[in-house]
């Protein structure tokens, strides 16, 4: 039987080339290339222009390449912004020479691929790990990062944040979680980080799991290059807009995880709703480093409301 989701990527790369996006790949330094999704038409080509559209950068989690995460949103955006979706280093067609498996190591690359690619400034939009990146992104190019977006995700993944958000899983180490060796594996990451999981056949889980988690040596290391001593993290302050996109049942990182993000920064001082189309998104908007939360829910079909 042909993997489902090797034909998926196959037309999926059709499909945003009719949306206007093509991949490119970009020399970094020797030995290290990022793949890039990129607009048919970039920056460096429309620099002429006085209506160039906004750039948005994605940045994907662990499970997933860029283009498969972020599909969705690219389709649905890429008329209105300039969009770039990287592949992080041991992801998709990502590759590096280098020992370095740190979130700051991604952050420059993807930072320097922008920046080749004519981008000056951006918003980033970042899921989980890609989350962690995007932190050291706007930490260290604030230049580039006007603004940013963060969905399950943390400043940094501290050991006492590491340790107990496994403990609440059930699982011992992230690799265990995020590199499942078995269907059973699979099932179990996506269980964990999914609201009601439908009712899948163990076939599909069977496909992602040949297709999805190459380079497992170099991915566990970034995992282990992921955690960081509590007494050697200090928060940064960010000049950038930060917006905290949270899940009401995140099992991963909690609200209480999502509060205390938003605590480092000073006391929210104003709060306001906003509905749209059957979506309420509840913004506090602070000062300080500019963090705000958002607490984004769904009307379903049923009427009952639903938190994503």
């Known amino acids: 039987m042909v993997n489902i989701f090797t034909i998926h990527n196959t037309l999926l790369g059709f499909v945003m080339k009719l949306a206007g996006m093509r991949p490119q790949r970009v020399e970094i330094s020797p030995g290290t290339i990022i793949n890039f999704w990129v607009p048919t038409q970039t920056q460096t080509q429309t620099k002429t222009r006085t209506n160039l559209k906004k750039n948005v950068v994605f940045l994907h989690g662990f499970a997933g390449n860029g283009i498969f995460t972020w599909q969705l949103q690219v389709l649905a955006l890429a008329k209105k912004y300039s969009i770039y979706v990287p592949d992080f280093l041991f992801f998709g067609d990502s590759i590096t020479d280098r020992a370095d498996r740190s979130p700051e190591f991604q952050a420059e690359c993807v930072a320097k691929g922008l920046k080749k690619l004519g981008v000056e400034t951006c918003t ?25 977006v963060v969905s399950c995700s943390v400043m940094a993944l501290t050991e006492s944040v590491s340790s107990e958000s496994l403990r609440r899983i059930g699982f011992e180490t992230w690799s265990d979680f995020l590199l499942p060796e078995t269907v059973e594996g699979v099932k179990a990451m996506f269980d964990v980080g999914s609201y009601k999981l439908p009712n899948v056949p163990d076939w599909l889980f069977k496909h992602f799991l040949e297709v999805m988690f190459s380079n497992r040596k170099e991915r566990k290391e970034l995992l282990e290059a992921l955690v960081v001593c509590d007494k050697d993290f200090n928060v940064p302050q960010y000049p950038q807009r930060v917006g905290l996109l949270w899940g009401q049942n995140d099992k991963i990182f909690n609200m209480e995880t999502a509060s205390n993000l938003k605590n480092l920064g000073k006391h929210v ?27 984004l829910q769904t009307r379903m079909p049923d009427q009952e409301t639903r938190s994503v």
């Open 269 to 295: 001082y104003q709060r306001r709703s906003l509905t749209h189309r059957g979506v309420r998104i509840t913004v506090p908007a602070g000062l300080g480093p500019n963090v705000c939360a958002c607490d």
């Open 124 to 148: 980033l939009v970042g899921l989980s790990y890609g989350g962690m990146v995007g932190f050291k992104m706007a930490q260290l190019f604030p230049n580039l990062v006007e603004s940013m």
